[in-house]
């Protein structure tokens, strides 16, 4: 189960980090896009940490 985690959260910060880059090169539309995307891989991670 660990490693179903880490894939989540590495996903996660990858696309946060996307987020960032885009914030900086003024793509507004897709700091949004990504920040959601971000946010769905980190509640997988948790759900996938949260299970029996």
């Known amino acids: ?3 179903k985690v880490k894939y989540w959260v590495e996903l996660s ?3 946060y980090e996307t987020a960032i880059a885009m914030q900086l090169s ?3 539309l897709y700091v ?6 971000s946010i769905e891989k980190i509640l997988k ?3 996938n ?3 029996r």
């Open 1 to 3: 189960m660990k490693d």
């Open 13 to 15: 910060d990858y696309d």
């Open 45 to 47: 991670a948790y759900y």
């Open 32 to 37: 949004g896009f990504m920040c959601h995307q």
């Open 49 to 51: 940490s949260s299970k």
């Open 26 to 28: 003024r793509r507004y």
